[in-house]
């Protein structure tokens, strides 16, 4: 691309994806094949593997060795970590979560997949759909994915079997019917070893009519992931800047969270409740007509109001909730165990407050999606409901209808460990 056209670069759709999967599933090598095939990678970086790949003894260039980062992850073949990698077509720009499959490392499936548009969670076709596979189906669910692609992968070791593929949709839209925010499933067999199906369409599959797995990533609609109708903006910091120029300014920054401002519009201060109208809108040093999520911007008010960090302005005429008693599905993420009324530190958009754990409602068995209510014990990775108790109001909305002012952290005050992720339900 000339340096002429990064303007269009800059314009251009982003995609956010997540890849999930058992361990040996072949995601690392998929991510590989994606980046080597559409021209992501630079020759030093595969002279460097396939340097590697001789030392280890691999047949073929390993196309993994492309996305394990770590030194310890590229000497056991596995990935410890979730890695992010930026990579572009000319269609659309992608940033992608490469996720461990370990069941110990649901928490990283949690975090990596949290700011997801699309998942692709991946099958070996020569053992179908297995627990690992619920379970990262259950996360992608709760954190609320409206995309999920299902990569049949391995096909080469399975002859090919159009059988074979046929079974593992319909076992995994047995279970995914029991879950209930998949809007988009698609089903895509391929072998990411041989790149079939991934960024071209395979000649080895005649039967399956579908796009490869690229061109459904280049094409999948994802306008519709921002909620613009309840308009959140969460204020992280006070702009005073003392200087001659700007005197008397005062401003509020933060990053819009939901909805539409517009100079004008009828605003309240949360939690105080506190009302007024937006004057300005700033944006890099410029006044903008509106600013929506998002966008970081600078927010002058009418009247003058005491706000500070951890305040919310939202639209007078669509409040968010505002209490004390939250429920939410929680992912634990700490090695200790969750102490029974324990107090932590909750952290939510620009609020931290403290909270007490009132009660344990139910875990969930991710494989069978039954709910235990007798084990009310949460060691790592656990995922269920409980029920909290903070010590000034959360200004929240559910999680399914924003994820940034439903979702928060749980922090160990002593150590500032994160113990936990939560989706206010």
């Given at each position: 691309?000339?340096?002429?056209?990064?303007?269009?670069?800059?314009?251009?759709?982003?995609?956010?994806?997540?890849?999930?999967?058992?361990?040996?599933?072949?995601?690392?090598?998929?991510?590989?094949?994606?980046?080597?095939d559409s021209k992501n990678t630079f020759?030093?970086?595969?002279?460097?593997?396939?340097?590697?790949?001789?030392?280890?003894?691999?047949?073929?260039?390993?196309?993994?060795?492309?996305?394990?980062?770590?030194?310890?992850?590229?000497?056991?073949?596995?990935?410890?970590?979730?890695?992010?990698?930026?990579?572009?077509?000319?269609?659309?720009?992608?940033?992608?979560?490469?996720?461990?499959?370990?069941?110990?490392?649901?928490?990283?499936?949690?975090?990596?997949?949290?700011?997801?548009?699309?998942?692709?969670?991946?099958?070996?076709?020569?053992?179908?759909?297995?627990?690992?596979?619920?379970?990262?189906?259950?996360?992608?669910?709760?954190?609320?994915?409206?995309?999920?692609?299902?990569?049949?992968?391995?096909?080469?070791?399975?002859?090919?079997?159009?059988?074979?593929?046929?079974?593992?949709?319909?076992?995994?839209?047995?279970?995914?019917?029991?879950?209930?925010?998949?809007?988009?499933?698609?089903?895509?067999?391929?072998?990411?070893?041989?790149?079939?199906?991934?960024?071209?369409?395979?000649?080895?599959?005649?039967?399956?009519?579908?796009?490869?797995?690229?061109?459904?990533?280049?094409?999948?609609?994802?306008?519709?992931?921002?909620?613009?109708?309840?308009?959140?903006?969460?204020?992280?910091?006070?702009?005073?800047?003392?200087?001659?120029?700007?005197?008397?300014?005062?401003?509020?920054?933060?990053?819009?969270?939901?909805?539409?401002?517009?100079?004008?519009?009828?605003?309240?201060?949360?939690?105080?409740?506190?009302?007024?109208?937006?004057?300005?809108?700033?944006?890099?040093?410029?006044?903008?007509e509106e600013a929506y999520s998002p966008?970081?911007?600078?927010?002058?008010?009418?009247?003058?109001?005491?706000?500070?960090?951890?305040?919310?302005?939202?639209?007078?005429?669509?409040?968010?909730?505002?209490?004390?008693?939250?429920?939410?599905?929680?992912?634990?993420?700490?090695?200790?165990?969750?102490?029974?009324?324990?107090?932590?530190?909750?952290?939510?958009?620009?609020?931290?407050?403290?909270?007490?754990?009132?009660?344990?409602?139910?875990?969930?068995?991710?494989?069978?999606?039954?709910?235990?209510?007798?084990?009310?014990?949460?060691?790592?990775?656990?995922?269920?409901?409980?029920?909290?108790?903070?010590?000034?109001?959360?200004?929240?909305?559910?999680?399914?209808?924003?994820?940034?002012?439903?979702?928060?952290?749980?922090?160990?005050?002593?150590?500032?460990?994160?113990?936990?992720?939560?989706?206010?339900?």
């Amino acid at each position: 691309m000339s340096n002429t056209d990064t303007s269009g670069y800059l314009d251009m759709d982003l995609l956010r994806f997540t890849t999930a999967g058992s361990v040996d599933d072949g995601k690392s090598t998929l991510i590989g094949r994606l980046l080597y095939d559409s021209k992501n990678t630079f020759e030093d970086q595969m002279e460097a593997v396939e340097q590697s790949s001789k030392q280890r003894g691999d047949e073929n260039v390993n196309l993994a060795l492309l996305t394990d980062g770590l030194k310890a992850e590229r000497e056991q073949g596995i990935t410890i970590d979730v890695a992010y990698r930026y990579f572009a077509t000319p269609k659309r720009k992608f940033i992608i979560a490469d996720t461990p499959g370990h069941i110990q490392y649901t928490r990283n499936m949690v975090t990596g997949a949290s700011t997801a548009n699309l998942a692709i969670i991946l099958v070996d076709a020569r053992k179908g759909v297995i627990e690992q596979t619920c379970r990262h189906s259950f996360i992608a669910s709760l954190l609320r994915i409206q995309h999920v692609v299902v990569a049949v992968n391995k096909m080469d070791l399975v002859d090919y079997s159009q059988e074979v593929y046929d079974q593992i949709v319909h076992d995994f839209k047995d279970f995914a019917s029991r879950l209930d925010s998949f809007v988009d499933v698609s089903f895509i067999p391929i072998s990411a070893l041989n790149g079939d199906n991934v960024v071209d369409r395979s000649e080895n599959m005649p039967w399956y009519e579908g796009s490869s797995l690229l061109y459904h990533l280049e094409t999948v609609y994802v306008g519709n992931q921002e909620n613009h109708v309840e308009a959140r903006f969460p204020v992280q910091w006070v702009i005073r800047p003392q200087s001659d120029e700007w005197h008397d300014f005062r401003g509020y920054a933060g990053r819009v969270a939901g909805g539409v401002f517009k100079p004008g519009d009828d605003i309240t201060v949360q939690p105080s409740g506190f009302t007024t109208k937006v004057k300005a809108i700033y944006m890099d040093g410029k006044e903008i007509e509106e600013a929506y999520s998002p966008l970081s911007v600078a927010l002058t008010l009418e009247d003058e109001i005491d706000i500070s960090r951890g305040d919310m302005i939202v639209k007078t005429n669509n409040p968010p909730e505002v209490n004390q008693d939250i429920e939410a599905m929680i992912c634990w993420f700490s090695d200790k165990p969750m102490m029974p009324r324990g107090k932590y530190i909750l952290r939510h958009t620009t609020r931290e407050v403290k909270a007490i754990i009132k009660e344990v409602n139910y875990k969930v068995n991710i494989n069978t999606l039954h709910k235990i209510e007798d084990d009310k014990d949460f060691h790592l990775n656990d995922i269920g409901r409980i029920t909290l108790r903070t010590s000034s109001p959360l200004i929240h909305d559910r999680y399914k209808r924003n994820r940034t002012t439903g979702s928060f952290i749980l922090v160990d005050a002593q150590t500032n460990e994160t113990v936990a992720a939560g989706m206010i339900a």
